[in-house]
């Protein structure tokens, strides 16, 4: 009887040199250099030498500063540095062979190639500039955290699609270089504090443009096997069909790599129901073509974070926090799926196929239509009609608790005894609704906890 056995294994050896410098507690100054070597590396890229080195001034330290009197800290910093990562699996580098144990030749066993590796992978490496601020105002009544990054990432390794005739359908490659450019803030606010009352505010914010600076040849020839895979004319029933219904990603040299692709749309003709394309031209066409797919929009939000409040009065507390995102897209696939695509003769359907698809002339209708004379009409591809803005609004988390009086706790021998109400996931605002069926779900978790610490 043959046992299934899986076997990785990964070895990570560094060395590392810092200097850490500090003059007077108002200059500050940190190095470092590492050579790190990684076994998921080829033997002739293993090895590979990395650095920062930053820099800091505490401007409160000064007298100046000081003299003010409401300011606590001021702080810049910036730094600038090298880092590598090795985050695949153990053996992508190298070619892989499965031994057939029931096979024996007058040579010996059998073997057939698993995997197919990359002698040439090397190490992601990431050049990062960081410029920043710490502010502490009024007894760390304000406090304000800000910076500003641009990552550069070289060698980006991905997944390199390659023809099925070779027996495989990817291999790991370093395919070409992206940037992430954007801003962190923090901002803390304790509201109101006494010795019974504590009430704190805190807000953050995330910005990040991604761009595709620089892609390999590979990824171009990724690109044409897209163009080509939209293009072949597939029966009905054919499972390839819903692919040709899904945007795929494109490597466009100064586009990003949450880039939603398809097809500009003028939306249903009143006069038969039928989708208006846009082609790269700018002309009008009834026609989708692979070649006029253009970036509609991108996943990646222009601006994302959290906010909550913590209140603290006497034994009880109170923490809630509220998560937001705004100025991205997303592709609505269910809508394509089950009211556009659906099969009417064998699925159950949604009631817009009824409700909301074109019927007669005149109608002004968002889908286009379920029939044209006795055929059916041609599967919906990748179109600008199902792009919709995503702005959404989460109340992520609810926690109540109640800390036993001291005066109670050590007549029962215990530091502490804390009793805790916790939610999750509580509610839930977005602009693109999140379908199952014809409403978006998700989970909410209820806890009740116990803590006690002798």
């Known amino acids: 009887m043959e046992v299934p056995f899986n076997e990785s294994t990964k070895r990570l050896v560094g060395f590392l040199f810092s200097l850490n410098y500090s003059y007077k507690d108002i200059y500050l100054l940190d190095a470092s250099v590492r050579m790190d070597g990684s076994s998921t590396f080829g033997s002739d890229q293993r090895f590979a030498p990395f650095w920062s080195f930053g820099l800091g001034v505490n401007l409160h330290k000064y007298n100046f500063i000081q003299s003010l009197g409401f300011v606590d800290q001021l702080k810049l910093r910036a730094s600038y540095g090298q880092i590598g990562k090795a985050n695949f699996p153990a053996y992508a580098a190298r070619s892989t062979y499965d031994i057939a144990t029931d096979e024996w030749y007058k040579t010996g066993l059998s073997t057939r190639l698993k995997a197919l590796g990359n002698k040439n992978l090397t190490w992601e490496t990431t050049n990062t500039f960081d410029i920043g601020a710490e502010l502490s105002l009024f007894g760390d009544l304000l406090y304000v955290k800000g910076s500003y990054y641009d990552k550069r990432t070289i060698d980006l390794v991905n997944d390199v699609t390659v023809p099925t005739s070779t027996g495989f359908t990817s291999y790991r490659d370093n395919v070409g270089e992206v940037s992430n450019k954007g801003y962190e803030f923090d901002v803390r606010v304790s509201a109101y504090q006494t010795k019974d009352w504590s009430v704190i505010f805190n807000f953050n914010l995330a910005h990040n443009k991604n761009r595709i600076e620089k892609i390999s040849e590979s990824l171009r020839a990724y690109n044409e096997r897209v163009q080509e895979m939209f293009s072949k004319q597939l029966a009905f029933n054919d499972p390839d069909k819903e692919l040709q219904s899904q945007p795929f990603l494109q490597y466009v040299e100064g586009g990003s790599l949450n880039s939603i692709f398809g097809v500009r749309s003028q939306g249903i003709n009143p006069a038969d129901g039928q989708e208006v394309f846009v082609s790269r031209n700018g002309q009008l066409t009834k026609v989708w073509a692979a070649s006029d797919q253009v970036a509609l929009g991108t996943s990646e939000p222009k601006a994302q974070g959290t906010f909550g409040f913590n209140i603290v009065y006497k034994q009880f507390s109170l923490f809630t926090n509220f998560?937001?995102?705004?100025?991205?897209?997303?592709?609505?696939?269910?809508?394509?799926?089950?009211?556009?695509?659906?099969?009417?003769?064998?699925?159950?359907?949604?009631?817009?196929?009824?409700?909301?698809?074109?019927?007669?002339?005149?109608?002004?209708?968002?889908?286009?239509?379920?029939?044209?004379?006795?055929?059916?009409?041609?599967?919906?591809?990748?179109?600008?009609?199902?792009?919709?803005?995503?702005?959404?609004?989460?109340w992520n988390s609810l926690e109540?608790?109640?800390?036993?009086?001291s005066s109670i706790t050590n007549k029962l021998n215990l530091s502490m005894l804390r009793f805790s109400f916790g939610m999750n996931d509580i509610w839930h605002l977005s602009s693109v609704k999140q379908e199952r069926g014809t409403s978006y779900p998700f989970a909410r978790t209820v806890t009740f906890s116990i803590k006690v610490s002798l």
């Not at 009211?339 to 699925?347: G, L, Q, R, S």
């Not at 109540?400 to 009086?405: H, I, N, S």
């Open 323 to 394: 998560m937001y995102e705004t100025g991205g897209q997303r592709y609505n696939q269910t809508l394509v799926d089950k009211v556009e695509n659906v099969n009417v003769y064998t699925d159950n359907v949604d009631e817009r196929v009824l409700t909301s698809r074109w019927t007669k002339p005149g109608d002004k209708a968002k889908y286009k239509s379920l029939v044209v004379g006795r055929n059916v009409v041609e599967q919906t591809k990748p179109t600008s009609r199902f792009v919709q803005d995503y702005n959404v609004l989460s």
């Open 400 to 405: 109540l608790g109640y800390d036993l009086p």
